[in-house]
């Protein structure tokens, strides 16, 4: 009988990122490596910095040896699901008039700076011209 593959989103994945509870995905598996990050030669902080993403690339990198691959197959937990459709963050009209009016209000808070600065410019010209 075969053995079903457990499978988890990469928003699953990306909850497990302490050092207590350490998940990584490389090459569309999950691996829970929480146990292995004091023996890791690397440092945990390089692993850490590989949760919550694709970590298959930084792997890859990193030049593993075919014995670190093999002991890394010890800590795969199941398949990431790709069949999941990312959440896409919609951002709604009013959230964008919000966005338009901040910007609004940041301009009118910073015109004194630069006006300030022709200003200056314009009169230090005109003084220089002057003496001539």
Not at 82 to 96: D, G, H
Request: glycine residues 6%.
């Amino acid at each position: 009988m075969p053995q079903l593959t457990k499978l988890y989103t990469m928003a699953e994945a990306s909850d497990h990122n302490t050092k207590d509870d350490c998940w990584v995905v490389i090459d569309g598996k999950v691996y829970d490596v929480s146990s292995y990050l004091d023996d890791h030669p690397g440092g945990d902080d390089v692993v850490l910095a590989a949760t919550g993403r694709d970590a298959t690339e930084d792997f890859e990198d990193a030049g593993h040896s075919k014995s670190a691959k093999e002991l890394m197959e010890t800590f795969c937990i199941g398949e990431l699901d790709t069949s999941a459709i990312p959440e896409l963050e919609i951002i709604s009209k009013k959230q964008r008039r919000d966005y338009a009016q901040k910007l609004v209000e940041l301009t009118k808070q910073y015109w004194v700076v630069p006006t300030t600065v022709v200003g200056v410019s314009v009169v230090v010209g005109f003084l220089y011209l002057r003496k001539k």
